[in-house]
């Protein structure tokens, strides 16, 4: 039973445009959702969290939207930077653990 | 600083065969975990501890088994490899009040022929 979904496995967008990631989950007992970002051969990293009472949380060219009502939250990047071509996971925590979606994989064209 | 460290990064195994895979952090964190990546299935939870002496089962703990003697060091031990073994398998660590941010090692991808 997977409580956290990215139901798009891939996107592709143009430098210098925005890039949208979207993540769903079922548990309500979640408290806290980040972001990781990882590259090929190297562990993931942590990116932006967001707390369970927030619905906006922004850092720099990352910005993290929560929906509760929806159950849904959002990465927006702007403006994307061909470093930032990578695998982007979606992550809540519940209690000691942290459940994770498939991933996103994004490319930044030139 | 060293952060979370994991060896080996690389192994193959035979069907049958047990190892350990190491991981230390130096980061005084509390909590561990091990996880396993499989392609377009995003990171299951194997194993996690809350301290030393203190080990709980995740997601899919069939085949492993973990002990955390002192804070640095959780060990994962894989007995009788299995090819459904074959992964890439991560270790973290976080300190025990915080939002969730994981520390991640490397990972060691771990094939089982």
């Known amino acids: 039973d997977q409580q956290v979904k990215q139901n798009s496995p891939s996107l592709s967008v143009q430098e210098g445009r925005i890039s949208i990631l979207n993540c769903d989950y079922t548990?309500?007992?979640?408290?806290?959702f980040l972001w990781y970002k990882k590259y090929p051969a190297e562990g993931p990293t942590f990116l932006i969290s967001?707390?369970?009472?927030?619905d906006k949380n922004e850092d720099g060219r990352f910005t993290v939207f929560l929906n509760k009502s929806a159950k849904h939250l959002s990465l927006h990047i702007v403006p994307s930077q061909p470093g930032d071509s990578a695998v982007y996971f979606c992550?809540?925590?519940?209690?000691?653990?942290?459940?994770f979606g498939a991933g996103t994989t994004v490319t930044v064209r030139a | 600083n060293a952060g979370v460290t994991q060896t080996p990064k690389f192994r193959i195994l035979k069907i049958g065969q047990s190892m350990t895979l190491q991981c230390t952090q130096d980061m005084n964190h509390n909590y561990m975990y091990w996880y396993r990546q499989d392609p377009g299935m995003g990171l299951k939870l194997i194993y996690y501890?809350?301290?030393?002496?203190?080990?709980d089962k995740g997601e899919v703990p069939n085949g492993y088994n973990v002990s955390r003697s002192t804070t640095e060091d959780f060990p994962l031990r894989l007995e009788l490899a299995a090819p459904s073994q074959t992964s890439v398998y991560f270790c973290a660590s976080r300190p025990t009040a915080n939002t969730g941010e994981l520390f991640f090692g490397e990972g060691s991808r771990l094939t089982v022929l």
């Open positions: 548990n309500s007992m979640f408290d806290y």
């Open positions: 501890s809350v301290g030393a002496g203190i080990t």
């Open positions: 992550a809540a925590k519940s209690d000691y653990k942290l459940s």
């Open positions: 967001i707390s369970s009472i927030k």
